[in-house]
């Protein structure tokens, strides 16, 4: 699985991240800066953000959906799952092996 969200600030970002790999819920996260455009409480918005990329497991989502709701800044975080279909082995051994399945 990847898991993704996005936060106004890269401290945010990195604070995320590193708590999602500490309690093992995450192997790796990525984050890249992106500009999103959305429509948020009657007006549209262009905002520098920071877009984090979770490899994970499908075992540990409620933990991060848990993590996301105590942590994050936002008054709704987006969330979204995706699966990955297919990968090298080695690599989606090693997402298993450092998630807390």
């Given at each position: 699985?990847?898991?993704?969200?996005?936060?106004d600030?890269?401290?945010?970002?990195?604070?995320?991240?590193?708590?999602?790999?500490?309690?093992?819920?995450?192997a790796?996260?990525?984050?890249?800066?992106?500009?999103?455009?959305?429509?948020?409480?009657?007006?549209t918005h262009?905002d520098?953000?920071?877009l984090?990329?979770?490899?994970?497991?499908?075992?540990t989502v409620?933990?991060?959906?848990?993590?996301?709701?105590?942590?994050?800044?936002?008054?709704?975080?987006?969330m979204?799952?995706?699966?990955?279909i297919?990968?090298?082995?080695?690599?989606l051994?090693?997402?298993?092996?450092?998630?807390?399945?």
């Amino acid at each position: 699985m990847t898991i993704q969200t996005t936060t106004d600030s890269c401290d945010e970002a990195e604070r995320l991240a590193s708590l999602a790999v500490e309690q093992q819920l995450a192997a790796c996260v990525q984050v890249s800066q992106v500009h999103s455009f959305y429509h948020w409480q009657g007006e549209t918005h262009r905002d520098q953000e920071y877009l984090l990329t979770l490899k994970t497991t499908s075992a540990t989502v409620p933990g991060i959906k848990h993590l996301l709701a105590e942590q994050h800044s936002y008054d709704e975080p987006e969330m979204i799952v995706l699966p990955i279909i297919d990968g090298a082995a080695g690599y989606l051994d090693w997402i298993r092996d450092m998630t807390d399945e």
